[in-house]
């Protein structure tokens, strides 16, 4: 059975995921294109029963076949998806022993990011805190190219929640972070906060520690700092240094 029009039950349901209510109220989410359906499928992600669809010409077991401008009508993408399917959302507590807590991250695109630098640099888990965009919405899944199947999400209301030794990414911080120590605790999170307001002083004052990146401009956005963050941060053990 081939579906022939964007009107099918199927692709309103699919389509009212693109909504941050019907994602939150169903606990699914879509993923698009044929590169993020094979990240999920590596991963050992399996789709919502007949939520996996492709274009009627690539069709192939498993799938459900649609007619090309069907599912174009469902694709939140302008060139279109040829694949979609709709998964099950995954949270669990924030775990160690890296940990990435997002605090105020407004950006989904910057969160997706986040959560790939993650997985590149081997963090634990990626931890969403007050004002975060949702992980799971299209650009956020989309940025993450494909590390949303990798790496464990958590929602966090309090730094206490979190694992380890809590560093607050601050670009005013007195100590640089900096190469690890040999001596350096086990278990470590990395607070980053909004690119226009940073970490709450509330947030910062909870944390054992704050650090800096050493740049020559103002700052950089939430993503990029995440980035640099985690790189310094795994290339030995944790630590942050005086300046």
């Known amino acids: 059975m081939t579906i022939t029009s964007p009107h ?31 990240a999920a499928e590596l991963a050992g992600w399996t789709a919502v029963e007949g939520y996996r669809l ?12 649609v007619e090309p401008d069907a599912l174009a009508a469902a694709s939140t993408l302008a ?4 694949v979609i399917a709709v998964y099950e959302q995954r949270w ?14 407004a ?7 986040i959560i790939r630098s993650a997985q590149a640099f081997g963090a634990s888990s990626v931890a969403l805190g007050p004002g975060c965009a949702d992980p799971y919405s299209p650009k956020a899944v989309r940025a993450s190219m494909g590390a949303i199947f990798a ?33 350096a605790v086990a278990g470590t999170t990395l607070l980053v906060g909004s690119e226009r307001d940073g970490l709450p002083a509330e947030v910062v004052g909870a944390c054992e520690r704050s650090a800096r990146i050493p740049i020559a401009s103002e700052s950089l956005n939430a993503a990029m700092a995440a980035t640099v963050a985690l790189y310094e941060m795994t290339r030995q053990p944790s630590r942050v240094t005086a300046s």
């Open 151 to 183: 790496v464990c999400l958590a929602r966090a209301d309090s730094v206490a929640e979190l694992p380890g030794e809590r560093i607050a990414l601050r670009a005013d911080a007195n100590e640089i972070l900096s190469r690890p120590a040999a001596d």
């Open 54 to 65: 492709a274009a009627s010409e690539l069709g192939g077991p498993g799938f459900v076949d």
């Open 8 to 38: 099918n039950p199927h692709l309103k349901r699919l389509r009212r995921l693109q909504r941050k209510r019907d994602r939150d109220r169903s606990g699914r989410f879509v993923a698009e294109g044929e590169d993020l359906i094979g």
């Open 92 to 105: 669990s507590a924030p775990e160690g022993p890296l940990c990435v807590y997002l605090h105020g991250v």
């Open 107 to 113: 950006d989904p695109g910057n969160v997706g990011t």
């Open 79 to 82: 060139s279109s998806s040829r």
